[in-house]
């Protein structure tokens, strides 16, 4: 009976294209792993080596493919741009450090989440070095800014007010590149499965390559995730970066992520410091030739 019930919630977590609640199960699908582990151990040496066998076999399909995706990606391709993404908190008491450390690290694009009144010190203490700038309104906790080295071009604006999403599209030395700041809501039973729907008609209307950052609520390995990427031609760049402590640190959620134009060479993803947040900053470089 326990090792049905473990089995079906893997399997489960697998079922985010049907109901939000796969997605919800698929952040915990490491765990569900797990525990399938011992359970797989414990009927096998209960002389149930058929049932044992079969769990164990889910674990390896559930377990394998999440650590194998948080092992560091050697590309071998040096990287022309690079995106900083940070959820700065509402809370945020003092912007002097996360400006200078961005500053530090003197990146091409910027994505933020929980832009306030009071966070915005951080889009303003960049204006200089990052002069295209663009902010949507979201909830309570803050809207949602994309920042770039590089000139917006006319007319190419965009927000999803409410809903958690800000674009323009910058001209680079290579070419037109959109850069997207995405915030989605906690996943079922809370909101986050409406606001892709919402979300989705404008993703798919961008042309070109495209670059997201994001506080997307959401695991590397869920049914989301994919989704927008597949919608927007990227791929998440690097490694899984674990990017949310919980529970004093015990726990720590990787669900702020870095998309770029897939096949032009993603070189990898650093965690960086919180100063001051609650979420690591991620830091991705990629290039845009093939």
Same mark, same amino acid.
């Given at each position: 009976?326990?090792?049905a019930?473990v089995v079906?919630?893997?399997?489960a977590s697998?079922?985010?294209i049907?109901?939000?609640l796969?997605d919800?199960?698929?952040?915990?699908?490491?765990?569900l792993?797990?525990?399938?582990?011992?359970?797989g151990?414990l009927l096998?040496?209960?002389?149930r080596p058929?049932a044992?066998l079969a769990?164990?076999?889910?674990?390896?399909?559930a377990?394998?493919?999440v650590?194998?995706?948080?092992l560091?990606?050697?590309?071998?391709?040096e990287?022309?741009?690079c995106?900083?993404?940070k959820?700065l908190?509402?809370?945020l008491?003092d912007?002097?450090?996360l400006i200078a450390?961005i500053?530090a690290?003197?990146?091409d694009f910027?994505t933020?989440?929980?832009v306030?009144?009071r966070?915005?010190?951080?889009?303003v203490?960049l204006?200089e #070095?990052?002069?295209?700038?663009?902010?949507c309104?979201?909830a309570?906790?803050?809207?949602v800014a994309v920042?770039?080295?590089?000139?917006m071009?006319?007319?190419?604006?965009?927000c999803?007010?409410?809903?958690g999403?800000?674009?323009?599209?910058?001209?680079?030395?290579e070419?037109?590149v959109?850069?997207?700041?995405?915030?989605l809501?906690?996943?079922?039973p809370y #909101?986050q499965?409406a606001?892709v729907e919402?979300?989705?008609?404008?993703l798919?209307?961008l042309?070109g390559p495209?670059v997201?950052?994001g506080d997307?609520n959401?695991v590397?390995?869920?049914y989301?995730l994919? #989704?927008?990427?597949?919608?927007?031609?990227?791929?998440r760049?690097g490694?899984?970066?674990?990017s949310l402590?919980?529970?004093?640190?015990w726990?720590?959620l990787?669900?702020?992520?870095v998309l770029?134009?897939?096949g032009?060479?993603?070189t990898?993803?650093?965690?960086?410091?919180l100063l001051?947040?609650?979420?690591?900053?991620?830091?991705?470089?990629?290039?845009?030739? #093939?």
């Amino acid at each position: 009976m326990l090792g049905a019930l473990v089995v079906g919630l893997v399997v489960a977590s697998y079922l985010g294209i049907v109901h939000g609640l796969g997605d919800s199960l698929a952040v915990i699908r490491p765990g569900l792993a797990v525990l399938a582990v011992v359970v797989g151990a414990l009927l096998w040496f209960a002389r149930r080596p058929r049932a044992g066998l079969a769990v164990l076999a889910v674990a390896l399909v559930a377990g394998v493919p999440v650590v194998w995706s948080s092992l560091p990606a050697r590309t071998g391709v040096e990287h022309a741009y690079c995106v900083y993404q940070k959820n700065l908190s509402f809370r945020l008491a003092d912007p002097a450090p996360l400006i200078a450390d961005i500053a530090a690290h003197a990146p091409d694009f910027v994505t933020l989440q929980e832009v306030t009144d009071r966070t915005r010190a951080v889009m303003v203490g960049l204006a200089e #070095r990052l002069p295209s700038q663009h902010l949507c309104p979201f909830a309570a906790v803050g809207g949602v800014a994309v920042l770039s080295r590089w000139p917006m071009i006319a007319g190419t604006a965009r927000c999803a007010e409410g809903d958690g999403l800000a674009a323009m599209q910058v001209e680079t030395p290579e070419g037109p590149v959109w850069i997207v700041a995405i915030h989605l809501h906690w996943p079922f039973p809370y #909101r986050q499965s409406a606001q892709v729907e919402r979300l989705m008609p404008m993703l798919e209307t961008l042309e070109g390559p495209i670059v997201i950052g994001g506080d997307f609520n959401m695991v590397p390995w869920s049914y989301t995730l994919g #989704r927008i990427a597949g919608a927007t031609g990227s791929e998440r760049a690097g490694a899984v970066t674990y990017s949310l402590p919980m529970a004093g640190g015990w726990v720590t959620l990787p669900i702020d992520h870095v998309l770029v134009p897939q096949g032009r060479g993603a070189t990898g993803a650093e965690r960086l410091p919180l100063l001051g947040s609650d979420h690591h900053g991620v830091l991705a470089g990629f290039a845009l030739a #093939r």
